[in-house]
């Protein structure tokens, strides 16, 4: 019986450390996705830029 109890743990650990895999690729993704949208923000604001001095002359 402790023989599966012990079996039971080890893959109980095994799951652990791929959800703690997981939510690690999850919040590098996040970031990712973070360093994209501040990048596009940046293009826009060059963009608004542009057009307002051009419309100014």
Known sequence: MSDSKGHISYQLSVISYQLSVIS???????????????????????KLIANIERRLG
Request: charged share 5%.
């Open 24 to 46: 690690y690729q999850l919040s590098v993704i996040s970031y990712q996705l973070s360093v994209i949208s501040y990048q596009l923000s940046v293009q826009l604001t060059k």
